[in-house]
């Protein structure tokens, strides 16, 4: 049962790196703020990879590796660009709660791709953590409107999308252990990210790129965060389904209200509540189900 606590760390890992973006999307933008979580990222995971190569070959991605790592880069630009865009109109909790409305379809997306298993005790794991999402998302939804619900719960699908293709590319890697192929891709996907969102900055939005290293210091805690985070997801991934993974990680909306009420001062309802009884319950099925 390794990848529930690997799970746990990055939820927490991710919560901590979330809040450390929305602070920066006011100073670097957009696009600017979704960069650093890759630019910042990718010398922690450098390192780690470098450390692991004094004490074990490297696996080599061959070309479904890579074609499953882009895949999953290129959905985790993008969901993170629409999480930080409609942070600026709707709450933290509430953003992060509507993001995490990707289990169900991650399962099967997860069916049908990588032919992972589902079964009816599973899915209904799967369905009353994610009603409980719904359910805590409900909080003014004046704040934004049904444009920014829309906008959020894209966002959740390409993650859920990310989540298929980084599972993939590990699977894919010839021979390691599960923390050895989980560093490789990690590795590998922040240097596709890297490259891709210096490009687009490069040749849409160069004030960003002097923003970025105008405020290296808050931008770097959130890329160390972001490697943590990553890379305790990938290992997980290793280890289970993507949809397991992904479905223990609704505990991150419960942590994300903690923040938000502590930090941003955005107060729980009782429908909020009500829905994190709703995750809590849903992650303990699954939990439930996968010590079978």
Known sequence: MGWILATLVAAAAQTGRNAAQRRLTAELGTMGATAVRFLFGLPFAALLLAVLAGFTAIPLPGAASLGWATLGALAQIAATALMLLTMESRGFGVTTALIKTEPVTLALIGALLLAEPLGPARMAAVATATLGVVLMSGADWRRGGWR???LDIAAGALFGLSAIGFRGAILALPYGASG???ATILALS?????????AWLGLADRP???GIARHW???LGAGALGALASLFW????????AANVRTLALVEVVMAQLVSGRVFREGASLRQRAGMALIVLGVAGLIAVSAR
């Open 148 to 150: 920014a619900a829309g």
């Open 180 to 182: 050895l192929r989980a």
């Open 190 to 198: 922040l240097a596709l990210q890297s490259a891709i969102m210096l």
């Open 208 to 210: 960003a790129l002097a």
């Open 217 to 219: 210091r808050g931008s």
């Open 234 to 241: 990938f290992l997980g991934f290793a280890l289970t389904s």
